[in-house]
């Protein structure tokens, strides 16, 4: 075998990619907003092996910041496949040795990655949650991270980033100034790992990255002043709570309310609902709202009539690997058996299913698009133009809850 079929892959970030990536990420989040870091914990660390370092996903702004946090410190990051549909961000993400990782499937060979990276002494930085929080709550924490955690065999640390989720809400139209404050801790030693059982260690995850930046106001001098702080809300909170009718909600500035019976609420600069007229306050936040209609979808799945369907432009890497093409048009359907495609892909009509026991969250951007992953390829659903925003945040509720009563044994498809 020649002396280059034996080099060693060295997964640690380019210097110079890494160098340009934190200066850009400086100078980009100095120009948003105030951030403080501290990295105490993480400067004793033992530099000798590598390290485990999982964070609090609330914003699309969080690679920058946890750069900013590891500052000299080359990291190697796991991030989405699905980044890596860009051809600039993927050039960055080749020179910064990043492990591309598919969303929600088990990937084998990201997680050998993660191994040989470890191996090397380079910390691993990775979300547990899989996906941004649309509402500020910690989202659902797959129990494989344990497994993971194990096998890594090292230090395990957490940045706490707060401010994060008020600063930059996924579901947002406008950017919302407040500070951000990141602070590492140590979770758990490679000792802890050993003598711990899984559930004291799947709870100190979740207690390591459960920052609610709504508890936190006060304690952080949060002040939102933004005359926009609103906007957007309305495609993840369709359901009015007076009413009960869906798809009538609209905001405008720091209003939310009903166009049917005039419900309405105001987001104060404490990130929670104040009246605006005398109607009572159903919900103070987001994130309660949002699981009023998360209840709603659990009843309907347990009487079996959940049927949501859309308008979707289909789009797939039909041809190259990284590379998605508009490749057709049709109907996306769900309901309690089934979930499904029906439309034209390359010129042929096709109905194409996916299975809902492998499905346990959607990627998505509000607004935007949705992805299911699936064996035979990436599909990301593009709304068709004048179709309901709002139906892409149904889709997702609907999965998750399908899954999380699958697992509890509730349903069955």
């Not at 990051?77 to 020179?95: N, Q």
């Not at 395990?156 to 809400?169: E, K, T, V």
């Amino acid at each position: 075998m020649s002396k280059k079929g034996n080099k060693k892959e060295n997964l640690k970030p380019n210097l110079f990619a890494w160098t340009i990536y934190t200066l850009y990420s400086k100078i980009s989040m100095r120009l948003k907003t105030k951030v403080k870091v501290n990295r105490l914990a993480f400067k004793k660390r033992n530099k000798k092996e590598g390290a485990l370092i999982i964070y609090n996903h609330a914003s699309k702004y969080d690679h920058y910041l946890t750069t900013i946090g590891f500052n000299h410190t080359r990291v190697a990051y796991v991030v989405s496949s699905h980044f890596y549909y860009d051809k600039k961000l993927r050039m960055v993400l080749k020179m910064a040795n990043a492990i591309s990782k598919e969303q929600f499937k088990m990937d084998i060979l990201a997680i050998k990655k993660i191994k040989k990276a470890l191996q090397q002494k380079i910390p691993v930085c990775i979300a547990p949650e899989g996906q941004m929080t649309m509402h500020g709550e910690q989202l659902a924490i797959d129990p494989s991270i344990i497994k993971l955690i194990k096998l890594a065999n090292v230090d395990l640390y957490a940045i706490r980033i707060h401010g994060n989720y008020f600063a930059y809400p996924k579901w947002r139209i406008y950017n919302r100034r407040s500070p951000i404050y990141l602070e590492f801790v140590k979770v758990l030693s490679k000792e802890d790992i050993t003598t711990l059982n899984d559930d004291e260690i799947y709870q100190k995850v979740l207690t390591a990255i459960d920052v609610n930046d709504r508890l936190e106001a006060d304690l952080y001098h949060y002040h939102l002043k933004d005359k926009h702080l609103v906007e957007g809300l309305e495609t993840m909170l369709y359901e009015c709570p007076s009413c009960h009718m869906q798809n009538v909600i609209k905001t405008s500035h720091n209003i939310i309310s009903c166009s049917n019976c005039h419900y309405a609420l105001k987001m104060n600069e404490k990130g929670t609902f104040t009246k605006v007229t005398n109607s009572d306050i159903y919900f103070t936040d987001e994130a309660k709202w949002y699981q009023y209609e998360r209840e709603n979808f659990i009843k309907k799945v347990k009487e079996g009539t959940i049927l949501i369907k859309g308008q979707f432009y289909l789009y797939t890497n039909l041809h190259k690997k990284y590379k998605l093409e508009n490749v057709g048009q049709g109907i996306l359907v769900l309901n309690n058996n089934e979930f499904y495609y029906e439309g034209t892909f390359d010129g042929n009509f096709i109905r194409k299913e996916f299975k809902l026991t492998r499905l346990n969250q959607l990627p998505f951007e509000f607004r935007r698009h949705l992805d299911i992953p699936d064996d035979d390829g990436y599909f990301e659903f593009k709304l068709v133009e004048g179709e309901n925003q709002a139906l892409i945040t149904q889709f997702v509720q609907a999965i998750e809850v399908m899954s999380s009563l699958r697992k509890e044994k509730v349903y069955d498809e």
